[in-house]
């Protein structure tokens, strides 16, 4: 069965540092895609990014920049140079390309404060 | 264009009371999901829709939970009998056929006494 581990609950940071965000995912699955989503304190969650399995190209996007590594099963996620604005719980996914409509299974959240 | 939307954006209710919460997709999204978001903790997926038909409702805690979408649009999510344990935030997303982007609506957060 497919699973998502973020193992830090909470982290916290002052404005301007970069910030580090884990996420070890299990599947049997040859195909499956994983996600980032962003949910600030009004609660509701903002896609970030997708990757596909078959595709272990860094992403930068922004501020926002993605890992991915498939020899560790994990897709971490960094925030450069911080700000008060991206205090939230980020969520990484994984959905399976076998699974009926390709369903989310989320990890337990990260909680980001910036403080300025 | 429009998000998902979803009513009503609270809804406090006594233990065994009936409730129903709507979901409103992204106008031509044929994929709807609901999801169960406890407090703390990431969404629980508990059911996905394909057209009209229910094609993985495997996440359903029990069988006081139910979910239509009769027109292949709006979906509603009904739970019976409703327990404190059945207090949570419900999140409703929609996706496009072609893509893989679930995109989510704002919850209903819903609260048995």
């Known amino acids: 069965a497919q699973k998502v581990t973020q193992a830090q609950t909470e982290i916290s940071v002052v404005e301007k540092e970069d910030v580090t965000l884990d996420c070890v995912y299990e599947?049997?699955?040859?195909?499956?895609?994983l996600f980032w989503y962003k949910q600030p304190p009004s609660g509701e969650l903002v896609f970030l990014i997708r990757?596909?399995?078959?595709?272990?190209q860094n992403e930068i996007s922004g501020r926002y920049s993605w890992n991915f590594q498939k020899s560790t099963s994990s897709f971490n996620f960094t925030i450069t140079a911080s700000q008060v604005v991206d205090s939230a719980v980020y969520f990484c996914a994984l959905s399976e390309a076998s699974a009926a409509g390709n369903k989310l299974t989320f990890g337990g959240g990260t909680r980001v404060l910036v403080k300025p | 264009g429009a998000g998902v939307s979803q009513t009503p954006s609270n809804k406090v209710t006594e233990k065994g009371k009936y409730v129903e919460l709507r979901c409103d997709p992204i106008s031509g999204h044929t994929a709807l999901y609901w999801y169960r978001q406890s407090l703390g903790q990431g969404p629980e997926f508990l059911i996905y829709f394909q057209g009209t038909g229910a094609a993985d409702d495997s996440g359903l805690p029990n069988d006081r939970f139910f979910a239509v979408r009769p027109e292949g649009s709006v979906s509603t999510l009904k739970i019976q009998r409703t327990e404190r344990g059945d207090s949570a935030v419900y999140l409703c997303?929609?996706?496009?056929?072609?893509?893989?982007?679930?995109?989510f609506g704002p919850g209903t957060r819903l609260t048995v006494l």
């Open positions: 997303a929609s996706r496009d056929g072609n893509y893989n982007e679930q995109f």
């Open positions: 990757r596909n399995s078959f595709d272990e």
């Open positions: 599947t049997r699955d040859t195909t499956y895609y």
